[in-house]
C-alpha cells in the first residue's frame, strides 16, 4: 500500500505535468506540428501512469482520483483534436472518473466534468447519437451550477450546447435520409426481379444487393452516414442502370423510362444533401415513389406505344413539372406581371410556340406526344393573351429561323425566363444565336433530319429540369416579404409569420405567399433566383451597345439620371461572365427600367420580357420610326419617340422618374 507521502508526490508530480500542459499551449498556440505532439503526448502518458497509480490507492479521495482521470482525458482530447491521436482515450478517461465524482458529491467538479465532457463529444467525428444525447442532457441537468461560475465559463458552454445540437439534428437527419435512400432501393430491386436479364446482369445485381445489405440500418455517426449515403447513392444509381439495360433503345417505352430514371436520380441527388430541409425532402420521397410506380409500368408496357403514351401523358408529365417545382423551391417568389392573367394552373400538357418556320414539324411532334399546342395571339389583347398562353405552358418552343418573328419570339423567351417556363431554341445551323441565353439550341439544317433532334429536346424540356444546382437562401424571400410589408395589419402579420413557419414546407410555402399578395401578385419560379435587394434608386438602360448612336444616346440618358439624382447603369458597366444572369440581376435591382427599341434589338427585347413580366417600372423609347415596327404585344404600349438631336428623350426620362418613385427591391407586388 502506498503512504499519504506517495500521494502527495504524485499529486505534486500532476501539478508539474499540468504546468507543462500549459506550457505547450504557450510555446506552440496552433496546436500543430511534432514538437507540440511530442511534449503533450509526453504529458498525457505521464499523466495516465498518476492517474493510474492514485486510482490504487484505497484511501486516495475519491475527488482526487476524478480530477487525475479527468487531466489526463483533457490532455488526451487535445492530441486528438489537431490529429496528434486518435479519438479514443479521451472519453475513456472521463468514464474512469465518472463513479468517482458520484462519491467525491462535489457538484462544481461534476458540473466541470459534464461541460469538459460535452465538448469531447462534439470534437469527436465518429461519436454516436445516443452518446451525443446523454452528454447533452447531463449538461442541461447542471446548467444551474455552470450559470453560477461566471459568464466567461457559461460563455463556452452556450458554445458547446448549440453546436451539439446542431451536430444532434444532422445526426438525425443524415440517420432519417439514409433510411430513406436504402428504402428507395427496395422497389427497383422488384423491378429487377421482374425482368428477364441476361445471365451477366442479374450477377451484377446480385453483387449490389449483397452490397446494400453490408450496410447497417442506422450509421453509427455523422461521419459513417454521410459514407454511407455515398455508398447508397452509387448503388442507386447502378440499380438504376441495371434496370433500364436489356431494353431495345428504339421503343418509346425505353426512351421514356430513360428520362424518368434521370429525373429519379436528380431527386435523389437532391434528398441526399445535408442542407434539403426536411419538409422539401419528405415531399421529393413522395414524388420519387410515384415515379418508380410508373418506371415499373412503362417497363411492362414494352412495345405497347399507346400504353407508353397514357402513362407518359397523364403521370409522368405531371410529376415533372411536379419535380421542377421541388427542386427550384429556392427560386420561388412573387412577381407582378404587366399582362392580365388567369388563376389557373399550367397545363403538363401544353407546349407554346414562338415562330411560325417550323410550325408543321413542331405540330406534328406534339401530336405524336398527345400535346397541346396553344395559338400564338396576334390581335388588340395579345399581350394578356399571349403571357397567359406562355404561363400555361409546360415548354416554350422558340423557332429564330423565322425572321420575321425574331423580334417577338425574343420578347416571349424573355416572359418564358422570367416565368420559369423550360425553353427549346430552334436556330439555323451554323448560325449566330441573337442573344446570350445560357442553353444550346438545337442547330437545324432542314428537312428530316430536324425531326430527331427537335424530338429529343421536346422530350427533355418536358421531364427534366433544365437548370439544377443552384444556390438556395432559405430565408432571403422572407426577408424580401417582410421588407415589402414595412406595417402589415394584424392579418398580414399573422401570414408573415406562418410563411417564416412554412417556408421549408413547398406546398405550405406556395399556399401561404398565395394567400399573402392576394390578387397584387403572381407566385412563380423564375429561371434563376432573385437578387440581393437594393434600396439605391437606379435606372437600368437596356439597349444596342454597338450602333453609331449608342454613346451619344447613353450620354444624354445618364446626363437626365444626373439631374433627377439617380444612379444610371448600363449593362455594359457590368463586367460579368454570365451575362444573362447578370442581366436578370440589374432588372431586378433597378427601380426604372429605360429600354431603347430603336431597331428591335432582340437582346434589348429579351430584355424587355424579363421586365414587363415581372412588373418593373418601365419607359419605352425609341428614335422617330420605331412604334412602325412593333409588334402585336406592344401595339397597345406608350413610346416615346426621340431625335438625336433635341431633349424630348431627356424629359421623357425626367417625367418618367418623377411620376414613379421607388427603390431597387426585387421582389414586385403592384
Not at 131 to 137: D, F, G, K, P, Q
Not at 488 to 500: G, H, I, M, T, V
Request: some cysteine; proline content about 6%; glycine content about 6%.
Amino acid at each position: 500500500m502506498l503512504s499519504p507521502a506517495n500521494l502527495n508526490e504524485l499529486i505534486s508530480a500532476r501539478g508539474q505535468l499540468a504546468g507543462r500542459h500549459d506550457a505547450a499551449w504557450q510555446q506552440w498556440p496552433s496546436g500543430k506540428g511534432p514538437p507540440f505532439g511530442a511534449e503533450l503526448g509526453a504529458v498525457a502518458e505521464g499523466l495516465a501512469s498518476i492517474a493510474a497509480a492514485i486510482e490504487a490507492i484505497p484511501d486516495a479521495p475519491a475527488i482526487e482520483k476524478a480530477r487525475s482521470w479527468m487531466w489526463f482525458g483533457d490532455a488526451w482530447l487535445d492530441l486528438a483534436r489537431y490529429g496528434h491521436r486518435p479519438f479514443d482515450r479521451e472519453l475513456e478517461a472521463y468514464e474512469r472518473a465518472r463513479p468517482h465524482l458520484k462519491i467525491a458529491g462535489d457538484e462544481i467538479l461534476l458540473a466541470k466534468f459534464r461541460a469538459n465532457r460535452l465538448g469531447m463529444v462534439v470534437a469527436n467525428p465518429r461519436i454516436d447519437l445516443q452518446t451525443l444525447e446523454e452528454a447533452i442532457r447531463e449538461v442541461d441537468e447542471s446548467l444551474p451550477v455552470l450559470n453560477r461560475l461566471g459568464p466567461e465559463s457559461m460563455a463556452t458552454v452556450t458554445t458547446r450546447r448549440r453546436l451539439a445540437e446542431e451536430q444532434r439534428k444532422l445526426m438525425r437527419t443524415v440517420a432519417e435520409r439514409h433510411a430513406s435512400a436504402k428504402a428507395a432501393l427496395q422497389p427497383i430491386l422488384a423491378l429487377l426481379d421482374r425482368k428477364a436479364l441476361r445471365r451477366g446482369e442479374g450477377e451484377a445485381s446480385h453483387s449490389m444487393i449483397a452490397r446494400l445489405a453490408e450496410l447497417p440500418d442506422l450509421p453509427t455517426s455523422v461521419g459513417d452516414g454521410l459514407a454511407q449515403a455515398r455508398i447508397v447513392r452509387e448503388l442507386l444509381g447502378q440499380l438504376t442502370d441495371a434496370a433500364g439495360t436489356g431494353r431495345d433503345p428504339s421503343l418509346r417505352s425505353t426512351q421514356v423510362f430513360q428520362l424518368a430514371s434521370e429525373l429519379w436520380q436528380r431527386l435523389r441527388d437532391q434528398t441526399l444533401r445535408p442542407d434539403t430541409p426536411d419538409g422539401a425532402r419528405q415531399a421529393m420521397d413522395k414524388t420519387m415513389k410515384l415515379l418508380t410506380e410508373v418506371r415499373t409500368d412503362l417497363d411492362e408496357a414494352g412495345r405497347d406505344d399507346a400504353r407508353t403514351l397514357e402513362i407518359e401523358s397523364t403521370r409522368l408529365r405531371p410529376i415533372a413539372a411536379r419535380s421542377r417545382e421541388l427542386l427550384g423551391r429556392g427560386r420561388l417568389t412573387s412577381i407582378a406581371p404587366l399582362w392580365h392573367y388567369g388563376r389557373m394552373s399550367g397545363d403538363a400538357n401544353a407546349v407554346y410556340l414562338t415562330g411560325r418556320r417550323q410550325s408543321k414539324l413542331v405540330v406534328s411532334l406534339c401530336a405524336e406526344r398527345r400535346l397541346q399546342l396553344l395559338p400564338v395571339d396576334v390581335g388588340e389583347e395579345a399581350g394578356d393573351a399571349n403571357f397567359e398562353a406562355i404561363r400555361q405552358s409546360a415548354v416554350v418552343i422558340a423557332d429564330l429561323t423565322d425572321k420575321e418573328e425574331l423580334a417577338a419570339t425574343c420578347y416571349r423567351i424573355g416572359l418564358a425566363l422570367a416565368l420559369g417556363r423550360p425553353l427549346v431554341v430552334l436556330a439555323e445551323a451554323r448560325s449566330a444565336v441573337p442573344f446570350d441565353i445560357d442553353l444550346v439550341p438545337i442547330e437545324l439544317s432542314g428537312g428530316a433530319r430536324d425531326r430527331g433532334p427537335i424530338s429529343q429536346a421536346i422530350d427533355r424540356a418536358l421531364l427534366l429540369p433544365q437548370r439544377h444546382g443552384m444556390p438556395e437562401d432559405r430565408g432571403a424571400l422572407a426577408r424580401r416579404l417582410r421588407r415589402a410589408f414595412p406595417d402589415p395589419d394584424r392579418d398580414k402579420s399573422f401570414l408573415l409569420a406562418e410563411f417564416e413557419r412554412e417556408q421549408d414546407q413547398p406546398d405550405r410555402a406556395r399556399a401561404v405567399l398565395e394567400e399573402l399578395i392576394g390578387t397584387s401578385g403572381l407566385v412563380a419560379h423564375p429561371t434563376w433566383p432573385l437578387p440581393e435587394e437594393n434600396e439605391e434608386r437606379r435606372l437600368f438602360h437596356v439597349m444596342p451597345f454597338t450602333k453609331w448612336w449608342s454613346t451619344l444616346v447613353r450620354t444624354r440618358a445618364r446626363r437626365a439620371c444626373l439631374a433627377c439624382r439617380i444612379h444610371y447603369r448600363r449593362h455594359d458597366d457590368v463586367p460579368e461572365a454570365r451575362i444573362i444572369q447578370s442581366l436578370w440581376v440589374e432588372i431586378c435591382r433597378a427601380s426604372h427600367v429605360l429600354v431603347d427599341l430603336t431597331g428591335m434589338n432582340p437582346n434589348v427585347l429579351l430584355e424587355l420580357g424579363l421586365v414587363h413580366a415581372i412588373g418593373k417600372r418601365c419607359l419605352l423609347v425609341g428614335r422617330v420610326g420605331t412604334r412602325k415596327r412593333l409588334f402585336p404585344e406592344l401595339r397597345r404600349t406608350t413610346v416615346e419617340e426621340y431625335r438625336l438631336l433635341g431633349g424630348r428623350m431627356e424629359n421623357a426620362i425626367a417625367n418618367f422618374i418623377q411620376r414613379s418613385p421607388g427603390t431597387g427591391r426585387a421582389l414586385a407586388l403592384s
